[in-house]
């Protein structure tokens, strides 16, 4: 029985280690497609090397299950493809004790993600962010110009089309409010950066600047009021709040707190009567998520077994779709934070119960055959 249960493990870590590389590397491609943009634009390649190794805890949150799931799905599919599921159940060998290894295996990978969620990964989110912060005091204009993606910055969403010297051109800003909701929209022509590196701050110096206010509901009517444009010939924002002395503001966002930061957060809101749902929404996600090696092992192995061929395609697609809609699931609730009513930190677990209670289901009644 040792030697089964050595050779079950075996592969699955190989596959195992094999998918988390694999995965990581597609994850972390996205940055590095920004590396040659970030250099053109007078970006230093020591603060892109840090900023990535920040952000690998963050991606990691997500490629551990995902490779526990693909490990499980082409192992086991492997494994009854060639019939040797077959000849263990016929040796007398439960179907349970072939996957213990697995089990045990889902389990440690579960708290290590737990790990990861909760403590790493968020602390080195604030430091990627702090990092990005030093470098826009630095050098703002080589951060903000030519990106095909919005930075954000104090709250501030900001693209810049191109730059030329030290002029930006084609400025958009999306303002949100504490609950990710778009409020305002500002666009400019042109402008460019004032800065202070020894307090750094910078001001953002608007030229033929449009300012869009979203409409709001109107009171005691239930309707929304149209929104509001206005034009300035030119306007600064300051997009630093702590001027002067270089200081960030204390309080992070609910997704750069560690899970000790979180419950603190919770119990001085709950104190103050605010609203805490979003903050537990945060905290149940995270959960959910770290529990979800297991969830993917147990829903994984079924599907595994019905293959009669090795068809690794059919293996990955099978991944792919159960992830989908397991992350689907959990970014539906994630928008409901907002709506107290719903209790959307309890929808965090419905696909963890289902994929779960589901798989255990399905290899109880595979066990009987």
Known sequence: MR??????????????????????????AGHIFRVFDWLSRGGSLVVLGRFLLLSLPDM??????????VATVLVFSHLAADNELTAMKACGVSLWQVIAPGLLLSVGLS?????????????????????????????PAALLAGSDNFIELEGLN????????????????????????????????????????TNRSFDLILQDATFGQLGEPAKGKGETSLPQRYAARETTLPLSTDRGTGLRRLVRKPRHMDLGMLFARIYLESQAGGNVTPL?????????????PIAFLLVGIPFATRGRRSETSVGLLISLLLALGFYAFITISSSL????????????WLPNVVYQVGGLWALAVIGRH
Request: charged share 20%.
């Open 3 to 28: 030697i089964l249960n050595a050779y079950v493990a075996r592969l699955l870590v190989t596959t195992l280690l094999m998918a988390i590389g694999v995965l990581t590397f597609v994850m972390a």
């Open 111 to 139: 708290a290590l993600s737990f790990w990861f969620t909760t403590t790493l990964a968020p602390r080195c989110r604030y430091a990627a962010e702090q990092l990005l912060w030093e470098q826009a005091a630095i050098s």
């Open 337 to 348: 934070r907002s709506s107290t009513n719903l209790h959307p930190e309890w929808l965090m």
């Open 280 to 292: 537990q929404v945060e905290l149940h996600m995270r959960m959910s998520m770290s529990l979800s």
């Open 158 to 197: 900001i693209r810049v089309d191109r730059r030329e010297g030290e002029t930006l051109y084609g400025i958009h800003i999306l303002v949100q409010d504490k609950e990710q909701r778009l409020q305002q929209t500002i666009t400019a022509r042109q402008g460019r950066v004032q800065a202070d590196p």
């Open 60 to 69: 990691m949150r997500f490629t551990l299950p995902l490779s526990m799931l």
